[in-house]
């Protein structure tokens, strides 16, 4: 049962850009703040982002600051994660996930089933 669905991963060359899409699967997501998590095997998943629905203010992880950018297009229902020059390190399977505005993702009850980000060097 998958409520958010991703979209815009791939492979690409370090400093390339990637814009990723997150959208609602059956139904709507009033009110969730929406957040960005990645994961590498073996790894926890790690916070990269996310944007609230009041006033649409974003939160971002350390790493990704300056080169990620959250939006959100209310008209299309649709998330989307900006990546600029990107790195190898930001290769992971990136989720999108509806929840509280929090960098926990015990805090997100719905979740994408993932996109496939691959930065060769």
């Known amino acids: 049962q998958v409520q958010l669905v991703e979209s815009g991963g791939g492979l690409v060359q370090a400093g390339d850009s990637l814009r990723l899409s997150c959208a609602p699967s059956?139904?709507?997501?009033?009110?969730?703040?929406m957040g960005w998590f990645r994961q590498t095997p073996g790894k926890e998943r790690e916070f990269v982002g996310s944007?609230?629905?009041?006033?649409?203010?974003?939160y971002y992880a350390d790493s990704v600051k300056g080169r990620f950018t959250i939006s959100r297009d209310n008209a299309k229902n649709t998330v989307y994660l900006q990546m600029n020059s990107l790195k190898p390190d930001d290769t992971a399977v990136y989720y999108c996930?509806?929840?509280?505005?929090?960098?926990?993702?015990?805090?997100?009850?719905?979740w994408g089933q993932g996109t496939q980000v691959t930065v060769s060097s």
């Open positions: 996930a509806a929840g509280s505005v929090t960098s926990s993702p015990l805090a997100y009850a719905y």
């Open positions: 059956g139904r709507t997501f009033s009110g969730y703040a």
């Open positions: 944007i609230s629905w009041y006033g649409g203010k974003t």
